[in-house]
T-cell receptor, first 113, second 110 residues
Framework: DTGVSQDPRHKITKRGQNVTFRCDPISEHNRLYWYRQTLGQGPEFLTYFQNEAQLEKSRLLSDRFSAERPKGSFSTLEIQRTEQGDSAMYLC???????????FGEGSRLTVL | GENVEQHPSTLSVQEGDSAVIKCTYSDSASNYFPWYKQELGKRPQLIIDIRSNVGEKKDQRIAVTLNKTAKHFSLHITETQPEDSAVYFCAANRANNLFFGTGTRLTVIP
């Protein structure tokens, strides 16, 4: 499968714990995005990488959230000191160019108890 | 950032009828407007997109229209089928990013 893959698909954690999600984009795509989606809402932009550079981060994003893409390939999204409000589906997407189609992964569903 | 509003939030149609979903955007610099379909438990997938240099684009039963002056664009699905039932999201770009509407749950009644 050459699509965008995310791991883990599901994560249940207790409030206050740290969690990390991984995204492997389509190999030739240099743009990588993280979105968050809650029930009944559209995907909400979190952050964006072009190659290894993090070019934009949503102002809504708490400093408990950090993302990396160290070698311009896979990316990780870490949430520290999780809160119940962090429960959501975290979607990763990649694209070969600016203002082009986003190819989404299946998402990582986070439940914070 | 870009503000994208989408209406209606839910839409039920009889099989064979048409469905129309409308979106407005705020950033006059936006020039790319895709529509994504998300089936239950699945990833969003692009179904059609339009760029600001055209006013309409059609792909079989799906069409999108764009009015840049009014800053709104619409998705039209004709001859709806039960497999069209899903949540549809519009989006508009700002620089390199896409901002999504809140979605429309379309139900096609057989």
């Amino acid at each position: 499968d050459t699509g965008v893959s995310q791991d883990p698909r599901h994560k249940i954690t207790k409030r206050g714990q740290n969690v990390t999600f991984r995204c492997d984009p389509i190999s030739e795509h240099n743009r990588l995005y993280w979105y968050r989606q809650t029930l009944g809402q559209g995907p909400e932009f979190l952050t964006y990488f072009q190659n290894e550079a993090q070019l934009e981060k949503s102002r809504l994003l708490s400093d408990r959230f950090s993302a990396e893409r160290p070698k311009g390939s896979f990316s990780t999204l870490e949430i520290q000191r999780t809160e119940q409000g962090d429960s959501a589906m975290y979607l990763c997407a990649s694209s070969p160019r600016s203002s082009g189609e986003l190819f989404f992964g299946e998402g990582s569903r986070l439940t914070v108890l | 950032g870009e503000n994208v509003e989408q209406h209606p939030s839910t839409l039920s149609v009889q099989e064979g009828d048409s469905a129309v979903i409308k979106c407005t955007y705020s950033d006059s610099a936006s020039n790319y407007f895709p529509w994504y379909k998300q089936e239950l438990g699945k990833r969003p997938q692009l179904i059609i997109d339009i760029r600001s240099n055209v006013g309409e684009k059609k792909d079989q039963r799906i069409a999108v229209t764009l009015n840049k002056t009014a800053k709104h664009f619409s998705l039209h699905i004709t001859e709806t089928q039960p497999e069209d039932s899903a949540v549809y999201f519009c989006a508009a770009n700002r620089a390199n990013n896409l901002f999504f509407g809140t979605g429309t749950r379309l139900t096609v009644i057989p």
